[in-house]
């Protein structure tokens, strides 16, 4: 089966999706972009929410968000049920987000990221797998968000 991946970015991280886009349908996944579809200024929560919102839903297998820095971008996608986004910036937040955070969403910066280093960083983060030793700590998310 195809892993379905949704991109989302605001106008500081559109070059870097769109760069991702052709890498991920190169490498045989499919892609779906949930804009911004331009460098003109919008705001990064409505990206984040619309990508969260489709990886809670399961109409996508993951999600990855670009704006500047990636921050903005983490925390909007995090106030979604069932959002487990990571800030990453390196192979090894990349690999640990996957393995030990079961992490559904990733959150990288254009502005801190150059574009063969985020590859690198969404090749890591796709190719490591959940480690089931975690499985306590992702429940215990879980419950948080059921308590609101």
Do not use: Q
Request: glycine fraction near 8%; proline fraction near 1%.
């Amino acid at each position: 089966m195809i892993m379905k991946i949704g991109l989302g970015a605001d106008h500081a991280g559109f070059n870097l999706k769109a760069d991702l886009i052709k890498h991920l349908e190169n490498k045989g996944y499919e892609v779906v972009d949930y804009g911004t579809n331009s460098v003109d200024r919008v705001d990064y929560p409505d990206y984040g929410k619309k990508v969260g919102e489709n990886v809670a839903k399961h109409e996508v297998d993951l999600g990855i968000l670009i704006c500047g820095t990636g921050i903005g971008m983490s925390i909007a996608a995090n106030k979604v049920k069932g959002v487990r986004a990571a800030l990453i910036y390196d192979e090894l937040t990349a690999r640990l987000a996957k393995e030990h955070n079961h992490a559904n969403v990733i959150a990288i910066g254009e502005r801190t990221t150059d574009t063969e280093k985020a590859k690198l960083l969404v090749d890591t983060f796709l190719n490591a797998h959940e480690e089931s030793r975690h499985n306590i700590r992702i429940e215990k998310i879980a419950k948080i968000e059921e308590e609101e």
